[in-house]
């Protein structure tokens, strides 16, 4: 089983729907983050939290946003996807306390498409 | 503005010599670089890191080289092999407490 978990894999949605991207960790790191990859421009952060009570801005945060229900568990949100949203989502973790300190464990992804 | 650069999108090597990936950054706070690996349909997965107190640092095949004066660091793969063939992303953080930015990336292609 993974240790960084993404759901849903695949998504397609319209235009104006509301979505929510889950990801759910079992490495017992304290921080968590979301990026998105898009063909030519790499890997942007949208948010990451060091803790449960922490929430930060990333580079490209507008149109989203995120809930850090417990330490294990981080949820994007696209209030109302618009269609340069399609991208490829990954969840990363890393820990602050580890050996590893600075090192992001990445989920598998999840593609969304707005149509 | 991009604050992690990596100018080359791809990068064709014959199996067995050395590849050079080499990524440029603006921000003088940034003292923590990674190199991260993607293989398609996978997440990227941590490769080798350097802080600024060093300018090299060594795991394996791999390298990683860098020039604060210059802003510069690069990744060295000796020898080349097919399994090498992803995409390669360079990070950077201003410390261990900081956000991870990345590069677009370069994609390495090995040839036979």
């Known amino acids: 089983d993974a240790d960084v978990t993404q759901t849903p894999r695949n998504r397609i949605t319209k235009t104006g729907k509301r979505i929510m991207l889950e990801c759910s960790q079992t490495?017992?790191?304290?921080?968590m983050y979301w990026y998105r990859q898009d063909p030519g421009l790499g890997l942007r952060l949208i948010y990451y939290?060091?803790?449960?009570?922490?929430?930060n801005k990333g580079e490209i945060s507008d149109g989203y946003s995120v809930s850090r229900q417990a330490q294990a568990k981080f949820s994007l949100s696209l209030e109302s996807a618009i269609p340069n949203q399609t991208a490829l989502y990954f969840c990363?973790?890393?820990?602050?306390?580890?050996?590893?300190?600075?090192?992001?464990?990445f989920g598998e992804g999840s593609r969304l498409t707005v149509l | 503005d991009q604050q992690v650069k990596q100018n080359s999108p791809s990068l064709s090597v014959q199996e067995g010599r050395i590849s050079i990936l080499n990524c440029d950054y603006t921000?003088?706070?940034?003292?923590?670089f990674l190199w991260y690996k993607k293989y398609p349909a996978e997440g990227p997965t941590f490769l080798i890191s350097?802080?600024?107190?060093?300018d090299k640092n060594e795991d394996g095949r791999f390298t990683v080289f860098l020039n604060k004066s210059a802003k510069h660091l690069s990744l060295h793969i000796v020898p080349s092999q097919p399994g090498d063939s992803a995409v390669y992303f360079c990070?950077?953080?201003?410390?261990?407490?900081?956000?991870?930015?990345f590069g677009k990336g370069t994609r390495l292609h090995i040839l036979p």
């Open positions: 350097i802080s600024s107190i060093k």
């Open positions: 939290s060091f803790d449960v009570k922490d929430i």
């Open positions: 490495k017992g790191h304290d921080r």
């Open positions: 990363a973790t890393s820990d602050s306390q580890g050996l590893d300190t600075g090192e992001l464990f």
């Open positions: 921000n003088s706070m940034f003292d923590y």
């Open positions: 990070a950077a953080s201003a410390g261990r407490d900081d956000k991870i930015i």
